[in-house]
């Protein structure tokens, strides 16, 4: 006991790579990611390294982890995000090494996740395992070259351009990732990267937090001035009071789906620019 608090569980941290992400399972059990901190090496037990790690809440092994010890999955780089799906099945977001080799992975027990012998899909340090008969691994369910950190699955309805994916943070590119699953939750099909704008001074986004109303808290500007920031949808559709030479119209979703109908004086030019501050193309023709 150190005053009021009890120690469950304890590992040794070496290096930069972190993970430490936690999540509570639908058992009530506890997922602790860690990461590889440069020493991965055979794969024995009661190694903490680059593993998904599962235990009860008072730091005991759960009779049904796949080992006796609290090893749930392993041969990971640097897992920076963990998140539940709507279905109960847990995903993370892991850092590769080599281009392309950012990772989303499903996480089910007693599974090996390839590295170092493999960079997402790369075959990496070992090449004589590339074509190995007998060793096996689970693949990643997505890959992408944005450095992730954390990540939350939005269900809810308030921002619909976000509603069913996972959001996964993005450090050094700057901004977020969205990613649309199957219906089964277990393959991804789509992939987002919304950047620029309001994203330019956001800087590295270490994390997200969902609120039930559908807004969301991020953490900004990490290693700079980190800061915490509410993002929440503009529900509202006005103009306003800008002067009679710029008039200025929000709408409501944007990015729309549909389309957006403007009339304009013959002499008026319209230009529309979206959440991120790109400009879209309009059909000037139609003065619309």
């Not at 009860?56 to 049904?64: K, W």
């Not at 008969?133 to 992730?148: G, L």
């Not at 609120?211 to 993002?231: H, M």
Request: with cysteine; aromatic share 10%.
């Amino acid at each position: 006991m150190i005053g009021e608090e009890q120690v469950l569980f304890g590992y040794y941290h070496a290096g930069e790579h972190a993970g430490g992400r936690v999540l509570f399972d639908t058992t009530g059990h506890v997922l602790l990611t860690t990461a590889d901190y440069g020493l991965i090496g055979p794969d024995t037990l009661f190694s903490p390294i680059g593993k998904t790690l599962r235990f009860a809440t008072d730091g005991s092994v759960p009779p049904d982890n796949p080992r006796p010890d609290h090893t749930w999955t392993w041969w990971h780089r640097n897992p920076q995000g963990l998140a539940m799906l709507p279905n109960g099945a847990i995903v993370n977001t892991e850092h590769g090494q080599m281009f392309q080799a950012n990772e989303i992975n499903l996480l089910q027990a007693n599974e090996d996740h390839g590295y170092p012998f493999y960079d997402g899909l790369n075959c990496f340090l070992f090449p004589d395992t590339c074509a190995s008969a007998t060793y096996s691994h689970t693949r990643p369910i997505a890959t992408y070259s944005h450095p992730p950190s954390g990540c939350e699955f939005y269900s809810s309805s308030a921002i619909p351009e976000m509603q069913d994916k996972l959001i996964t943070c993005i450090l050094w590119h700057r901004g977020l990732m969205l990613f649309g699953f199957n219906s089964d939750l277990d393959t991804v099909l789509t992939q987002e990267y919304l950047q620029g704008g309001a994203f330019d001074a956001l800087w590295r986004i270490r994390d997200i937090a969902i609120r039930p109303d559908g807004s969301f808290y991020l953490i900004t500007n990490d290693r700079q001035d980190a800061r915490i920031r509410l993002v929440r949808a503009d529900g509202s559709t006005a103009v306003s009071d800008a002067a009679d030479s710029l008039r200025e119209l929000n709408a409501w979703p944007n990015p729309a789906h549909d389309k957006l109908f403007v009339d304009a004086p013959g002499s008026a030019s319209v230009q529309v620019i979206d959440a991120q501050g790109r400009s879209i193309p309009c059909d000037d023709a139609l003065g619309r």
